[in-house]
């Protein structure tokens, strides 16, 4: 009798990029072309999702009445569909590395001794600010770019001290819901009121939104304009570059 071989399943941790299908990179195509099975979150587009026509689809964000999976069980899944010997794709919104908790799922994978990569995606910040045409640095206006998370629960504890103000760009992924409160830390923390600020929502995505405001008028400019997530926002002198709603809606119909 053959000796048993074991399964040598495998998992690829893909950045999917911020909405527009047309930013997946070669190797993200070419990964989900050879999956058999895709693990994913709620805000892929159905389009990126027909790069892996052979594959099983398991949605993440939609266990449990609608309720996302919780991670220590999406890390057992991984390993366990990698153990029965698939191919398995685990694809992410714009980049795994980036708030996207892909450390966690390549902890798991490692611990569980189960072969892991990851092939990075165009973050929301690049791809929302490409398209609102805001370089995120600039000769003239801003010589470093820190990405943070607004997350509402633990905004006290942050400390964002040097990473805003003259010659530096501030981009809040998550920061929509509570800009009030992120705009009065800041404020606090010593920034001018009239830094100017962007709101990008939708980036790359069909109805994306750049929206221009000074710090002071953030949150009154999100409730205002009745913005939604996914949205950014950018703050810094580099805001203020760019091009108006109008403008970009218009640019946006030659894309
Ligand atoms: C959990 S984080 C995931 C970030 C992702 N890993 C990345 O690299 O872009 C989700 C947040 O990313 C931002 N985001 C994602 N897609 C976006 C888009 N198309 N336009 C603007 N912001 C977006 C929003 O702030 C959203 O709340």
């Known amino acids: 009798m053959a000796p048993s071989v074991p399964l040598t399943g495998r998992v690829t941790l893909v950045g999917a990029g911020p909405g527009a299908p047309d930013l997946l990179t070669i190797r993200a195509v070419r990964a989900l072309a050879v999956a058999d099975v895709v693990v994913h979150d709620g805000l892929i587009d159905p389009a990126v999702l027909d790069f892996a026509p052979g594959a099983r689809r398991v949605d993440v964000s939609k266990r449990r009445a609608r309720h996302t999976l919780p991670q220590d069980e999406i890390g057992a899944l991984l390993v366990a569909e990698a153990r029965a010997g698939y191919n398995v ?79 530096r760009t501030l981009v809040v992924y998550m920061g929509v819901t509570n800009s009030t409160g992120i705009a009065d830390k800041l ?33 009154r400019a999100v409730e205002d304009n009745a913005v939604v997530s996914p949205a950014l926002l950018v703050i810094g002198d580099v805001a203020r570059l760019g091009t108006a709603v109008d403008v970009l809606a218009a640019f946006q119909e030659f894309a």
Do not use: Y
């Open 89 to 167: 794709v685990r694809l992410k919104g714009g980049d795994p590395f980036v708030f996207g908790r892909g450390g966690e799922e390549v902890e798991a994978l490692l611990a569980a001794g189960v072969a892991v990569s990851v092939v990075p995606g165009v973050s929301a910040a690049l791809g929302a600010a490409a398209g609102a045409l805001i370089p995120l640095t600039h000769r003239d206006h801003a010589s470093s770019v820190s990405f943070v998370a607004g997350t509402c629960q633990n905004l006290a504890e942050q400390d964002w001290a040097g990473l805003a103000g003259k010659g």
């Open 187 to 219: 404020m606090a923390d010593g920034l001018a009121p009239e830094t100017p600020c962007a709101i990008l929502e939708r980036g790359t995505l069909p109805g994306a939104r750049a929206l221009r405001t000074l710090l002071a008028d953030l949150g």
